[in-house]
Each structure stands twice: as C-alpha cells, then as structure tokens.
C-alpha cells in the first residue's frame, strides 16, 4: 500500500518540476512569486525522504511526509498544502469511497480554519470543494469524472476575485488569473486519482 503513495508522491514531484515555472508566474502577478519553486522544495524533500522513513503504518508514513513537507516549505502554503497530505494516511481501501469523503470532507473544514478562507475566496479551497461534491453525489468513482472537474475547478479559479493571501490587496486585478495554488493543488490530485486506478486494478 506505501509504494502507492510512494508512487503519488514521486509522481507529483515530476509534475510539479515541470510546472513549477508556470506557478511561479502566476504566483507573481497574485503573490510573493515562489508558490511553484515552495511546493517544489516540499516534494523534493518528501521525494528524498521516501526510503527513509522505515515503517509499515500508512498513518504514520504520511504524517512524517506531510511533517517534513511543511518545515521545508514553511509559512501558509506548507502549513496549508500538507494538510490534505497527513490526510490521506486515513484512507482505508476496503471502503475507499466513504474514507475518502472523510479525507476530502477533514481537508476542506481544515484548509478553512487555518486558511480563514471559503470557498470562492480563489484558493486551494475551490478545487476541493469541486471533488468532494462529485465523489459524494456518485457511489462510483469515475476517474475521468473526477479529471474533468478538477480541470472545470482550476479554469473558474480565472474568474473568481481573490479574497485571501497578498492577491486580495490586487482587488479586481487578479481577476482572469489562475490561482497558482489551485495550479499546484490540480496537479497533485490528478496524480493521486491516476494512482488510485493503479492501485484498484492490481
């Protein structure tokens, strides 16, 4: 089961490294300019810790991951993008559907907590909540479902005034932009959803 997440992980870094310029770009006419090289630095470090961490315990394996991810990352975004990370230590595939939906459901209250953000506010909060809504209207995960609504999900962050972090002194100028951490974030759970398909049909 590890070498699954292994798998999600490693596969995250190589999309992330080779779109951590784009975010940065982005992430310079919204922010400080560096969500793409920040969340790359997280990956890099969980990527080098992988084979380190010597234990069996999904919970404890991504708890120490996300841990890791966050110190190097430091400041809001690791605080904020390793939380759905120690979350899916959770996940029991005997009852993927119903675990997962916890995963999603733990995630979003946290993300609002600690980002003081809400849905809407173009954040990471506006692709969870997308997901979260498709896997609890339907009994069946449906992949290609899921990697449409994570892609609908990104593109309406353009729209969408951003309320939260730096973007939020831009008042309507951020508008039209992708929000760089929805960026990031689509990217990691594509990778998650594409690895779960792997796991299920082994």
């Not at 870094?13 to 400080?32: A, H, R, T, V």
């Not at 449906?142 to 449409?148: A, E, G, P, W």
């Amino acid at each position: 089961m590890i070498k699954s997440y292994k798998n999600w992980i490693n596969n995250s870094y190589f999309q992330i490294k080779e779109n951590y310029i784009e975010i940065n770009n982005l992430d310079q006419k919204l922010g400080d300019g560096d969500h793409g090289s920040t969340i790359l630095k997280g990956l890099d470090t969980a990527v080098a810790n992988l084979n380190i961490i010597s234990s069996e315990d999904l919970i404890f394996f991504m708890s120490e991951i996300s841990k890791l991810m966050r110190i190097s990352m430091g400041g809001a975004s690791g605080i904020l993008m390793t939380i759905f990370i120690k979350e899916v230590g959770n996940i029991n595939y005997d009852n993927f559907r119903l675990s997962i939906l916890d995963v999603f459901s733990n995630t979003i209250e946290k993300i609002k907590k600690r980002g003081k953000v809400q849905f809407g506010d173009k954040s990471i909060l506006d692709i969870y909540v997308p997901v979260y809504d498709e896997l609890f209207a339907n009994d069946i995960i449906n992949i290609t479902k899921i990697l449409n609504v994570l892609d609908h999900a990104l593109e309406s962050t353009k729209s969408m005034r951003a309320k939260v972090g730096r973007a939020k002194f831009l008042d309507t100028k951020g508008i039209g932009i992708i929000d760089p951490g929805a960026f990031s974030t689509t990217l990691i759970l594509k990778e998650f959803f594409k690895e779960f398909v792997n796991e299920k049909n082994n």
